[in-house]
């Protein structure tokens, strides 16, 4: 089997915890904007979020309204998100630090993707200490397209000249995670349940290879299989 030369984690779920970040800086924005549109039509919008966790949040919000409110609904989905990264609602996932620099000794190139625009990703590498933890981070804007498409994981093949896509793995705690994997056709692809929002069998469903408990235990699984 072909050994795995680049990793692609995901961050908010996967690698870091967000607290709530996603939500919260969605109903900050909402309420900000939005209110006038009553609860039902709030609510709606939240599991609308919820059921498109992993994507660009530009493409969530294309998904609630015309383009102007979408590209409104984001910049203040984005100052709320930095707020909150500021106050400290996020934090690494236990071993999650550990696995990626375990990774990268073994001579991988590792990759953290996000859905956040590049001013929050960046927020939340500061917070963290990890400015210079992985090879590359991208964000959408790098890439063209968010999950579910495959554009970010090709673009990560590309920045860190894997010999080709059987030798990448991509790695998340969503449905679009697991499908962008999928889409970019990932030698491996491999979820976590440390996310919110979906179960095992949702991510498997999704084309998840392998559900982990946490990406702590990603270097173990690449050893098992030899790859």
Sequence with gaps: MTRIETVVLDMAGTTVTDDGVVLNAFERAWDRLRADEGA???????????????????????????????????????????????????????????????????????????????????????VLGWEDLADAVLTPADAGRGRPAPDLNLVAVLRTGASSVSALAVVGDTESDARGGVNAGAGLVAAVLTGQHASEQALRAAGAQHVLSSVAELPGLLAQLGR
């Design 40 to 126: 039902q039509r709030r609510e709606e919008a939240i599991e609308h979020v919820i059921a498109t966790m992993g994507q660009s949040k530009i493409e969530v919000f294309r998904g609630l309204g015309d383009e102007d409110s979408a590209q409104a609904l984001n910049t203040a989905f984005e100052e709320a998100a930095a707020a909150l990264v500021g106050d400290g609602a996020v934090a690494a996932i236990p071993g999650a630090e550990d696995a990626v620099r375990a990774l990268r000794a073994e001579g991988r190139a590792v990759v953290l993707t996000t859905g956040f625009a590049r001013p929050t990703a960046d927020a939340v590498l500061r």
